[in-house]
Structures are given as C-alpha cells and as structure tokens.
C-alpha cells in the first residue's frame, strides 16, 4: 500500500520508518514543492512531501498544488493523508487542538485550482463530501490509539492568504459555521478528487483566529506551535497501517 503524506518540515525522522528513496521529480504542471521522501514501515510505503519546500519558502498561495498532487498520481499513490495548521473558530478550540474536518469552504481565488483546463475531459466532479470516510476513520481511530484529544469533524474554511483574516472576515465564516481557517485545503483537496485519490486531513490549531485572540498573531506562533505538534501527527502516523 502506498501512502502519500503532505505536510510540513520535520515530519521525516518518524521511529521505525526505514528510509529508502528521495524522488526529485517535475511534471507536466510543474515542480512539486520539494522532492518525494519515501520511507517503508509496517508492509505500507509512505511517501512524504513538504508542502512550504525546503526552509518552508513556499506561500500558501505559491504552492503549485497541481504538481504536488499530480505527482503524487505520477508515483502510484491512491490514499493521501494532509496535515495543516489551522487557526481555531469554534470557541471549544484552543492552540494545539486537533481538528479532522468533515467538510469545507473554500474562500482561494487566482490558484490554478482544477487539472480538467489540460486534461482532455471536461467534468464536475462530486464533492458533496471533500474527505474521504475510510481515511478520516484511520485518523480517528489513530488519534484514539495514542490518546490525544481531538474533535472527530469540523469545517475547513480556506482563505487565500498570505495575509491573515481580519475579525470581520472571522466572525462572517463562525456565522456560515466554520470551525478552523487555515490557508492550504483548497485546491489540494479537490485535485486529489479529480485524480480518484482518496484524501483526508488533520489539522493542527495552531492559534485562536483573529479577533477571537487579544494578542496579535505572529508567524512563529504558528510554526512554533506546529513544531511541538509534530510529535502528535508522528504518533498518529505510526498508527496508519494499523489500520
Ligand atoms: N488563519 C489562516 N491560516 C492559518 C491560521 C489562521 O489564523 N493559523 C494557521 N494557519
């Protein structure tokens, strides 16, 4: 089983993972962010990329989601597990809470957001549902395996970005019940769809979204925050091909 995983700088050195490849590769919609680091563990091989590049260069809104994605289909992969940090909307969230959402809103413009402009079929495709139910029940029952606290769904506002959201902009999306707004769903998860990858995501509250907060939200919050997480998203992905 091949198992893609997208995520962010440091997610390499998991316990037990064998280390077996580097793939530096383009595609016909460009360079991924980074090269694909496969490692093997437990009869499953994994196949990370980071989604900011190395030294986390890559803006949400720069990232060419269409090679990331489409690479990941170059390679043979079916199942990708993302992991995101996310701001916290719903007032039960507090930083370091993890979210696997149900549902989403996308907010991006100007992305290149669909493969069907190149392809030769022109095609809606069905997202009534963005995540996939087999994956998101791996990753709750990942979450449940190592005891950490999480909400098991949860809507995914996507904002454009790279700013961040003003309490105006937060307060309209709590009232379209938005629970996490982060910057890097949409188009990852779409594209993965029109490719018949399966896709879910674990999203890590990095911050209360603004206005909800009386500090003033840095970048090194989020990352900083995000580091001391990536300890929970190993564990959790230890835990995949159990099940
Ligand atoms: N807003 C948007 N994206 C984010 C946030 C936020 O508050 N935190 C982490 N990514």
Redesign the pocket.
């Known amino acids: 089983m091949k198992i893609g995983i997208i995520g962010g700088s440091g997610l390499y050195e998991i316990d037990g993972l064998e280390f077996i490849e580097e793939i530096k590769l383009d595609n016909r919609f460009g360079s991924p962010s980074d090269s694909y680091k496969v490692f093997d563990y437990k009869d499953c091989k994994f196949y990370f990329l980071n989604r900011h590049g190395k030294n986390h260069k890559i803006l949400?809104h720069n990232v060419n989601y269409r090679a990331n994605i489409y690479g990941f289909y170059e390679l043979g992969v079916k199942h990708i597990f993302s992991f995101?940090?996310?701001?916290?909307i719903n007032k039960l969230l507090k930083p370091a809470d993890i979210v696997i959402p149900d549902n989403a809103i996308d907010m991006t413009y100007s992305r290149n957001s669909t493969f069907y402009d190149e392809l030769e079929e022109k095609y809606h495709i069905d997202f009534t549902n963005p995540f996939c139910t087999n994956l998101r029940n791996i990753l709750i029952k990942s979450c449940m395996a190592q005891n950490l606290r999480f909400f098991d769904v949860g809507t995914y506002i996507c904002?454009n970005?790279p700013r961040?959201?003003t309490a105006a902009e937060?307060k309209f999306y709590k009232q379209i019940d938005a629970d996490?707004?982060?910057?890097?769903l949409f188009p990852e998860a779409p594209l993965a769809r029109e490719l018949e990858i399966c896709y879910a995501n674990m999203s890590i509250?990095?911050?209360?979204?603004?206005g909800i907060s009386k500090t003033k939200?840095t970048v090194d919050e989020?990352i900083d925050t995000?580091k001391k997480n990536n300890e929970n998203i190993k564990k959790v992905i230890q835990k995949i091909p159990d099940f």
Do not use: D, Q
């Not at 995101?84 to 916290?88: F, M």
């Not at 996490?180 to 890097?184: A, C, N, Y």
């Open positions: 949400p995101t940090a996310v701001g916290g904002t970005g961040l959201e937060i996490i707004v982060g910057m890097t509250v990095t911050n209360y979204a603004a939200l989020v995000m």
